[in-house]
């Protein structure tokens, strides 16, 4: 099982970056993915999550309004746009799947599958 993903980057408050996460290796319309964050010195939070045909989209409240997960299940791919950026969102983020019955995931032990991660820097 492999999650790969990209699009990180540094950028100033206020602009836009899009990442994405590319799954192989397992039936991607049998597990929900999300999204994590980890800041320095910080534990590792949720932040997104859409269910295995997009029927069920959660959102931490930080991000609620800025950004937007989605996925495209005949790509095996899951994205987030993110938009109106803040110095506190920088951080390592992470995409990951979860093959647990409930839609509702939102903590880390919730995921079985985890991407390498990758850094967004957003310079005040």
């Known amino acids: 099982v492999q999650l790969q993903a990209s699009g990180g980057g540094l950028v100033q408050a206020g602009g836009s970056l899009r990442l994405s996460c590319a799954v192989s290796?397992?039936?991607?319309?049998?597990?929900?993915t999300g999204w994590f964050r980890q800041a320095p010195g910080k534990e590792r939070e949720f932040v997104a999550l859409?269910?295995?045909?997009?029927?069920?989209?959660s959102y931490a409240d930080s991000v609620k309004g800025r950004f937007t997960i989605s996925r495209d299940n005949a790509k095996n791919t899951v994205n987030l746009q993110m938009n109106s950026l803040k110095p506190e969102d920088t951080a390592v983020y992470y995409c990951a799947a979860s093959a647990m019955a409930t839609t509702v995931v939102v903590t880390p032990t919730m995921y079985h599958y985890w991407g390498q991660g990758t850094l967004v820097t957003v310079s005040s």
């Open positions: 290796g397992l039936t991607f319309t049998t597990y929900t």
């Open positions: 859409i269910s295995r045909i997009g029927g069920t989209i």
